[in-house]
């Protein structure tokens, strides 16, 4: 009945109206989905989306038959591998926004019904769905944490546990996507994480979920502690890949 007195708009231009789609046809099809791209088998980058990596595809031509990309060559990152749905631009980028910072709660349901629709089917099994924490005084200031509706919803799907609590902040650091300096991002996050203390991951394979991936130095920190809390594998997901600065 209200449907009919007030049409349902697009959540994300807020213009077009809908039936029983969860978003209009435009804004859909804005979305970048990263498996229309060949992919960092490790991290999981779409190569050449981003500007500064043509140097490191070229690099990757010559140097290795993996399909890895030349920064995972070296072994930077403790998980086994990160993917991503969507790169972090129009629709998609506005609804986290709105998400996580206008207290757009009920945006959560579109964007875990994309993840799950688009769940990347190259994931190895896992016991446990993480997600990475906020800090506290973040936590009370926005009152939610945009990670846990994903890693829930994603726990759920899957029929597996979630530990909601299993990461924990330690401190507080500012937001990655602020950072430029990669360099600086992973001290910005040395250490700001820790596995809750009742908690053990011992022959656990994990998946620590978030939003956005940029560096990937959050999701490396946060898979270092749990592989120290005896985890044997640690993988990532996160609904959009965001270019670092
Ligand atoms: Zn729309
Ligand atoms: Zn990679």
Not at 74 to 97: H, P, T, V
Not at 105 to 116: A, D, H, M, Q, V
Not at 209 to 232: H, I, P, Q, R
Request: with cysteine.
């Amino acid at each position: 009945m209200l449907d009919i007195l007030f049409p349902k708009v697009c959540p994300s231009c807020g213009k077009a109206s809908l039936k029983n789609e969860k978003l209009c046809k435009s804004c859909l099809s804005d979305i970048r989905f990263i498996n229309n791209w060949s992919f960092c088998g490790k991290c999981g980058v779409p190569f050449g989306f981003f500007n500064n990596q043509a140097k490191h595809d070229s690099e990757l031509e010559s140097e290795n038959t993996n399909n890895l990309f030349s920064k995972c060559i070296k072994g930077n990152y403790s998980f086994e591998k990160a993917r991503s749905i969507a790169i972090y631009e129009g629709s998609i980028r506005d609804l986290i926004i709105s998400f996580k910072y206008e207290g757009k709660l009920s945006y959560g349901e579109l964007l875990l019904e994309i993840l799950k629709t688009n769940f990347p089917d190259d994931l190895d099994e896992f016991d446990s769905v993480v997600p990475v924490p906020l800090h506290i005084d973040k936590l009370r200031h926005r009152e939610y944490n945009q990670s846990v509706i994903l890693a829930s919803g994603i726990a759920k799907y899957k029929g597996v546990q979630c530990d909601l609590f299993g990461l924990k902040r330690t401190r507080d650091t500012i937001p990655q996507i602020e950072i430029r300096d990669e360099g600086e991002r992973r001290i910005n996050v040395r250490g700001a994480f820790s596995v809750a203390t009742d908690k053990s991951y011992k022959e656990k394979s994990v998946l620590l979920v978030d939003d956005v991936f940029t560096t990937g130095s959050t999701s490396d920190e946060c898979s270092k502690m749990l592989l120290k809390s005896g985890a044997y594998k640690v993988q990532v997901l996160t609904l959009t890949r965001a270019r670092a600065m």
